[in-house]
T-cell receptor, first 113, second 116 residues
């Protein structure tokens, strides 16, 4: 069990640029979640995958955001035309089944200049 | 819809003193309850969880929480804190596994600061 891995840990970019984050869940965890955490707040749910299927999306996930999990293993979260308000910590979590808790990665901190 | 309220945004405590971090939730369905801890620049680590059974749950590092259904609360307690307990603590709820994502709904967090 190597834990949930996220890459990069930090990303600084200019407003209007596109960014992509990667999440590698714990092996054999078929359920994967993305959350966003802004400064001083608790994480907020963005989207959920079961295997390769994206089964739920939050209204926070605007059309500039897209997430994929093409082979049911790693996942990517892309933000197009970044805005100042996108600055946040993006957290990925995975779990094996519905009776197990979610395990979180260390997150990707996005800063928009 | 579910919501979680953590009643204290910051709790300063002296080392070896007891502490209680308060959490209340609102939900129209039965829930699972969790406490997560977050150290600076890190992700969240599960501290303890209530799924069913005994309403008092304990962690390996001395924390405990009690599920109170009538008061819809899940307060976190520790009888004697250490400097190393300084962190942000998040209470969270999720649906029970009937269907759906069982996404976590978090409170705003409580920053626990331990002073020597």
């Amino acid at each position: 069990d190597t834990g949930v891995s996220q890459d990069p840990r930090h990303k600084i970019t200019k407003r209007g640029q596109n960014v992509t984050f990667r999440c590698d869940p714990i092996s054999e965890h078929n359920r994967l979640y993305w959350y966003r955490q802004t400064l001083g707040q608790g994480p907020e749910f963005l989207t959920y995958f079961q295997n390769e299927a994206q089964l739920e999306k939050s209204r926070l996930l605007s059309d500039r955001f897209s997430a994929e999990r093409p082979k049911g293993s790693f996942s990517t979260l892309e933000i197009q035309r970044t805005e100042q308000g996108d600055s946040a910590m993006y957290l990925c979590a995975s779990r094996k089944n519905s009776n197990q808790p979610q395990h979180f990665g260390d997150g990707t901190r996005l800063s928009i200049l | 819809a579910q919501s979680v309220t953590q009643l204290d945004s910051q709790v300063p405590v002296f080392e070896e003193a007891p502490v209680e971090l308060r959490c209340n939730y609102s939900s129209s369905v039965s829930v699972y309850l969790f406490w997560y801890v977050q150290y600076p620049n890190q992700g969240l680590q599960l501290l303890l969880k209530y799924l069913s059974g005994s309403t008092l749950v304990e962690s390996i590092n001395g924390f405990e929480a009690e599920f109170n259904k009538s008061q819809t609360s899940f307060h976190l307690r520790k009888p004697s804190v250490h400097i190393s307990d300084t962190a942000e603590y998040f209470c969270a709820v999720s649906d029970r596994p009937i269907q759906g994502a069982q996404k976590l709904v978090f409170g705003q967090g409580t920053r626990l600061t331990i002073n020597p």
